[in-house]
């Protein structure tokens, strides 16, 4: 990691069949993700994030057993995400961020039961974002995609970081449930165009960060963000508010 190494990556590291790490992030390797999965049964982390890497995700990758970190971010990979339930059951996290896969996401998220991390923003995906009852998830990052409609995070109970800004998110369901929120980035959705209702948000008494801009969201800020004495940054310009802004905790900076 952290190179200069150019070319490709090797499809004779299928030959390797004890190996355990691939780790050639942030380099300036070039050319497609081999097909090695299906030879690697050891395979714990495959991280290539940070290159210049074209085409798909290899095929074999959903049948390893034994992946448990999957990092491919900020590439030139492309093309539809299709996984399916039984996919990757030890996975911890998944990092597709900034690429240019797209389609539709509702049948492209593995459901491994151990799965920590999310990430799936800087791409081309549409529609409704899939609902997910994933019992140890404690980020999620969509952000800078085309998903619309509702968000239901009811089944991420542990959830701690939330980011979906700029997309076309209309409302949020299951913030009440979500007990262990700290950081909520919603800027720049349509979420003042629905029933949302934000104040939800403030009965998270662990939040730290709040992040609503540019959603047309009105009405009054809620007189309860006063108890939130663990907030120090709300970002909530570009919308329609009325009203007086209320009294706010002594750690807010914005």
């Known amino acids: 990691s952290y190179n200069f190494v150019k070319g490709t990556i090797p499809s004779t590291l299928q030959q ?7 780790d050639v992030s942030s380099n300036k390797m070039q050319g497609t993700i081999p097909d090695i999965f299906a ?3 050891f395979l714990k982390e495959f991280s290539v994030n940070d290159n210049s890497l074209t085409g ?3 095929a074999s990758l959903w049948g390893s057993q034994s992946l448990e970190i999957v990092d491919v971010a900020r590439n030139k990979l492309e093309g539809t995400v299709t996984t399916y339930e039984w996919a990757l059951p030890s996975l911890l996290i998944w990092d597709i961020s900034e690429n240019s896969f797209s389609g539709n996401l509702s049948v492209g998220v593995p459901r491994s039961p151990n799965l920590k ?6 791409n081309l995906f549409k529609g409704k974002f899939p609902k997910l009852e994933l019992m140890h998830l404690t980020a999620l990052h969509m952000r800078d995609n085309e998903f619309t409609g509702d968000l239901d995070i009811t089944g991420l109970p542990l959830l701690e970081s ?7 998110i209309s409302s949020v369901t299951g913030i009440a449930s979500a007990a262990n929120l700290i950081a909520f980035d919603g800027s720049f959705n349509a979420l003042g165009l629905s029933s949302y209702r ?5 009965a998270s008494s662990k939040l730290t960060v709040l992040m609503v801009s540019g959603n047309n969201i009105t009405g009054t800020i809620p007189q309860t963000i006063a108890n939130m004495t663990d907030l120090h940054t709300v970002v909530a310009s570009f919308n329609s508010f009325a009203g007086y802004v209320p009294s706010l905790p002594a ?3 914005e």
């Open 16 to 22: 390797c069949s004890r190996l355990e790490v691939v």
């Open 39 to 41: 030879k690697t049964p």
């Open 56 to 58: 798909t995700l290899p």
């Open 117 to 122: 991390k999310l990430a799936v923003s800087g």
């Open 162 to 168: 939330v980011d979906f800004r700029h997309n076309a």
């Open 198 to 202: 934000w104040e939800e948000l403030f």
């Open 251 to 253: 750690n807010i900076r």
